[in-house]
């Protein structure tokens, strides 16, 4: 809710616009490629602090999924999205969560190595870690205030709050 005007387009325009001027004619004219974007979790369940950048995500979320239902029928072009929890760089410096054995900061080639077997094996998406899969599944059917007591006690409600990194 601190976040201004310009870095609020900002993040739009990288993380939402830049999706829009990649090579897909081409590939579909040659029918091959792949179209990978690293995303967040933060798309699917946002936290405060972050409104700029969780609400992009959640842009170029939409049109990845969007793009690879598009491209079911068209062989030779395929779509990965990566959706990694808190990665271990200067972009995420100074984020805490609360419990961080069970929720370390990735690796950076965990995410690329990952990254890679997706589209080796065309998966269209992945959770890093797998257990973010499970955070998805429980807001599909938990009720809001169960959702805000989990991020209260697991400290994502106030992850941001030593943030020094950027968005």
């Known amino acids: 809710m601190d976040s201004d005007d310009d870095a609020l387009l900002k993040s739009q325009h990288i993380n939402t616009m830049g999706q829009f001027w990649a090579f897909l004619p081409r590939m579909l004219e040659l029918q091959h490629g792949h179209v990978v974007c690293i995303n ?5 369940s946002p936290i405060p602090g972050a409104v ?21 029928d068209c062989p030779g072009v395929g779509c990965t999205t990566v ?8 972009m995420f410096q100074g984020m805490k969560v609360r419990f961080p054995q069970l929720f370390p900061p990735l690796d950076p080639e965990t995410v690329a190595q990952r990254t890679v077997e997706a589209v080796r094996t065309n998966q269209a998406f992945v ?14 059917f938990m009720p809001q ?20 990194g950027r968005t």
Not at 148 to 163: P, Q, V, W
């Open 40 to 44: 967040s979790i933060l798309s699917q």
């Open 52 to 72: 700029d950048y969780c609400t992009s995500k959640a842009s170029s979320l939409a049109f990845m999924e969007s793009l690879t239902l598009g491209l079911l």
């Open 83 to 90: 959706l990694p929890f808190h990665t271990n760089t200067e």
């Open 127 to 140: 959770y890093l870690p797998w257990t973010m899969h499970a955070l998805v599944i429980l807001k599909s």
């Open 145 to 164: 205030v169960a959702l805000e007591e989990i991020h209260r006690f697991s400290g994502t409600y106030t992850c941001m709050n030593t943030f020094k």
